[in-house]
């Protein structure tokens, strides 16, 4: 089977955001979504620390230290953005007028849990910053993974065993092995990467899966 | 591409179904808009349930919409003004239903809606007629009263200039209910004065993103 | 005795008004105010309906309809004045922003209650605007009245028969007769008018007043 | 006459006491008020519980504070950082007390104290370790968590320009959580790049009314 790289990975989850969305894409793996949104597609990127209409990477010796994403990047604006303070940020994301977000995660249960902001260690510093906000708040939660661990363990569980982010949250995950909807009725199957049966991907995720009638 | 301008006010306002939620922005005849309401009035829904300010003057805006008897219900904080005779005759004819708000506690409950908050706790209006009913709690040496937000179905509100995006900016006190409004309802429809090219308003000034309004039209 | 007209009476309020105070003037008699605060001192109108630095009374024919204060009224802009919205106007009024409000009222009991938006009549269209949340917000409740009610009673009461605005809020009176302070130990009259007496005032409003050591 | 304009970070903080509550704008280094930050060290006062979205960055402004062992404990939500190193230390040490709230929950509970409400009720990590212990509702279909208000004694606040009233405009994404915190304060103290003459700021877009800004420093 050909995993996705993920820039791969990045470009399966823009196809899928329509012309219009109005997106926040999480720190890390999800910021790369930007890049490979298509073309023809107007599409609003939201940055939870207060700017609608972010826009491309600065051309280096261009960067502004006053204009940032919510992974502090430099950014810059396309027409038609607009700056709000933070607890306006907060109240588009809770008041669910995000389209999407796109967020990264340890784990995603059967029932659309998610694990993405502690792994519970002990000795770990514990940071949740927006990921619980964007969680309950935007319409559709996507997430973006690989689907086994270094050790070769599903990422989509059971049950989480790392800290919650949200329960119930999770709408779609996108992972270098396939495209899983998350419903009442259990995990749908949307599509496998090439080579890849779905036998195989109900064997290497554990947790029993639905085949859609579209998936490969 | 992005464009919610729409052709005209009765475009704009053609899907409202008899029994919508409608919020009105507006403080008085400041930030009323008046040709959506009149579109309204010309559409036909009936059995509307009206959250504004106040409960309409004279006889343009509100207060045509009153006379028209296509009101319901209407949730405001200042029904009674030397002007209001419309709501006068059919509120003592009993045929309109008010809820009286205290206008801090009704603008909150429109922020609280938009911001996605399930309740909060105000001191406002504890130990009145207005918090009969009312769950209550003691926060520190304050006693307060439980309020919840108010939703609706559209926003009418009137604001100045818009891009096709939806960015407004407001004129002077006739911001008022509008940001708050856009927010806190399921379809926003706007009526300006202008509308600008994308990337003419100042980011820094906008005051009502355009994640938050659905339709624009330009009134002349 | 010499009662104070409505205008001595604004300016009496005003008076006690000092340098840089932000103030909110409620609709009625106590916009009044606005007109008789002394001159050289910088004093900030706050109204309601989202304006901080209200101004003068516009000239005729310069009246701008989009620019109007809590009682509807046209007014100006001073410098330095600024515009918000519904919410966070009234954010500054219960967040305990406002130095003073100045309101109307039917009646004030002994304790402070404040009744001034309801009469109680079975037929009265109710209304309340703004009232309740300036009585819980400013930290300072001021409230401008006159002493008796037509019927010569007094509008200082044991005990409010009219629905209150708010509950113990008011900090201090101003008559057509006497300034009176709400403490917690009772009614302490700060002055009276030019010929009324301690004890003739006492007489007219019935329920027990201090005497400030100030008190004409 | 209003002159809220000090004549220098030294004075705008000097009467900060040890045990103070202290919101710190910024998100990252962006609208951080490295300036006043400065001046808190070089004013000693300890024992400080400091509200901020992050714990510090490398070695300036919130870092330096921490570094300088003033700060007794720490409200916001995102500490850990690659660089974040003074804190990671103190933390690790058991020499600093943490309060992890999510992103949204800390803006809204600063909003609230700025704004008067008592408390609110938030979806946000309802049935997550951040909300243990924490009073829960369901309200409609969803089930909320119980949040109050965060007060301060002081807010440092970074913004661009202000007159001799306070009222204040910001710079881009450096906005962020100042006008919240400079509402939330008893006491707000604000750096700026540029002091303008009275009426010089356009009232329709200033963001921080003066109201809410008791004291205005130029940094050079």
């Known amino acids: ?216 | 591409m992005i464009d919610k301008l729409v052709a005209s006010p009765q475009a704009a306002v053609a899907d409202i179904p008899d029994g919508a939620t409608i919020m009105l922005s507006g403080f008085g005849n400041a930030g009323m808009p008046v040709a959506l309401i009149d579109a309204l009035i010309a559409q036909g829904a009936r059995e509307l349930t009206i959250i504004n300010n106040n409960a309409g003057n004279g006889d343009t805006g509100l207060a045509a919409l009153m006379k028209a008897k296509r009101v319901r219900k209407i949730t405001c904080s200042f029904p009674r003004q030397p002007d209001s005779w419309h709501f006068d005759a059919l509120y003592r004819a009993g045929e309109i239903e008010l809820e009286l708000v205290p206008q801090g506690t009704l603008a909150e409950r429109i922020r609280a809606a938009g911001a996605g908050i399930g309740a909060f706790y105000t001191p406002t209006a504890y130990g009145t007629k207005l918090a009969e009913g009312k769950e209550t709690r003691r926060i520190g040496d304050r006693d307060h009263v439980l309020e919840h937000p108010i939703h609706a179905d559209y926003a009418l509100v009137k604001a100045d200039r818009a891009d096709r995006w939806g960015n407004l900016v407001y004129r002077k006190t006739a911001r008022n209910f509008g940001p708050i409004m856009a927010a806190a309802a399921k379809c926003t429809v706007v009526q300006v004065r202008e509308t600008v090219e994308l990337g003419a308003l100042d980011p820094e000034a906008i005051v009502t993103p355009g994640i938050f309004v659905q339709r624009v039209v330009r009134v002349h």
């Open chain 1, 1 to 216: 089977m050909k995993k996705l790289d993920r820039n791969q990975l990045a470009a399966r989850v823009a196809r899928d955001i329509p012309d219009g969305s109005i997106v926040n894409l999480g720190v890390g793996l999800p910021t790369l979504v930007a890049n490979h949104l298509p073309a023809g597609r107007e599409i609003v990127i939201h940055s939870e620390n207060g700017v609608l209409g972010v826009g491309p990477r600065p051309a280096p010796g261009e960067e502004d230290e006053d204009l940032i994403n919510a992974g502090k990047e430099p950014v810059t604006l396309i027409k038609g953005a607009s700056f709000f303070h933070h607890a306006d940020s907060f109240g588009m994301i809770r008041g669910r007028h995000l389209d999407f977000c796109v967020l990264g995660a340890f784990q995603v249960s059967v029932v659309g849990d998610l694990a993405n902001w502690n792994t519970g260690a002990p000795d770990a510093i514990p940071a949740v910053g927006g990921a619980m906000d964007l969680a309950v708040g935007a319409k559709q939660v996507l997430v973006m993974m690989e689907h086994l661990t270094k050790a070769g363990e599903s990422k989509i569980v059971e049950r989480c065993t790392y800290p919650l982010t949200g329960a119930r949250c999770v709408n779609r995950v996108y992972t270098d092995l396939a495209v899983i909807d998350v419903k009442p009725d259990g995990l749908h199957v949307v599509e496998t990467v090439d080579g890849l049966s779905f036998e195989e991907l109900q064997r290497l995720t554990g947790v029993p899966l639905k085949r859609l009638a579209t998936a490969a």
